[in-house]
């Protein structure tokens, strides 16, 4: 079946601008989460979507980023006044539901470059 | 803090050269360890999870072992086709919803 899904695939914008980054998670799934991917380093985790709860935020480096989830589906990122600090691949995962036994499965990312 | 460290960074092997990699980790209570594959420009997939020290898990070439302290993920005879970075995650305390990983270690596997 169809995994993950995320667009753009790639995403070069300007300083200051904003940038909206979109992923579709596998049908069925009620978790869904982002992660940030920067040269070198580790995957960051930045924040979770679990059903109708409220979202687990905890891991946004700043108010200049956001996300929401329509209809427990399709989630959005957004990132204001982009920085080059922000420049990154944005990976975002899904399981079936929240739980240790239940496996994340990633999307390919959206590789921003800020210049 | 939760912490998890994976070495070595890079390793090159030779066709058929077995070798292990080593993902280390502190965490207040572990609730699972996972391990996936990253190909360039691609996205982590997913390989094992591991949830009690003395577990293992295999999957045709490789095999993840887990201790309290560390997980090895093992690789026979590897081939060209093994090559990627492999990425090392827990899932800690409950609570904690998402994964902490590791750096990655980048295998190259040379026919």
């Known amino acids: 079946g169809a995994g993950v899904s995320q667009s753009p695939s790639n995403k070069v914008t300007e300083k200051g601008k904003d940038v909206e980054l979109r992923c579709d998670p596998i049908s069925g799934h009620t978790a869904l989460y982002w992660y940030r991917q920067s040269l070198g380093q580790g995957l960051e985790f930045l924040i979770y979507?679990?059903?109708?709860?409220?979202?687990?935020k905890s891991g946004l480096p700043s108010d200049r980023f956001s996300a929401e989830r329509t209809g427990g589906s399709v989630s959005t990122l957004t990132i204001q006044r982009t920085q080059q600090e922000d420049s990154a691949v944005y990976l975002c995962?899904?399981?079936?539901?929240?739980?240790?036994?239940?496996?994340?499965?990633f999307g390919p990312g959206t590789r921003l470059l800020v210049l | 803090e939760d912490q998890v460290t994976q070495s070595p960074e890079a390793l090159r092997l030779q066709e058929g050269e077995s070798s292990s990699l080593n993902c280390s980790y502190t965490v207040s209570g572990l609730r699972g360890l996972f391990w996936y594959r990253q190909d360039p420009g691609k996205g982590p997939e997913f390989l094992f999870t591991?949830?009690?020290a003395g577990e293992e898990k295999e999957k045709e070439r490789l095999k993840a072992t887990l201790t309290k302290k560390e997980s090895f993920l093992h690789i026979t005879a590897p081939k060209p086709e093994d090559s990627a970075t492999y990425l090392c995650?827990?899932?800690?305390?409950?609570?904690?919803?998402?994964?902490?990983f590791g750096s990655g270690t980048r295998l190259q596997v040379q026919p």
């Open positions: 979507f679990q059903g109708n709860s409220a979202p687990d």
């Open positions: 995962a899904s399981s079936p539901r929240e739980g240790v036994k239940e496996t994340q499965y």
């Open positions: 995650a827990v899932l800690p305390r409950p609570g904690r919803r998402a994964l902490t």
């Open positions: 591991l949830y009690s």
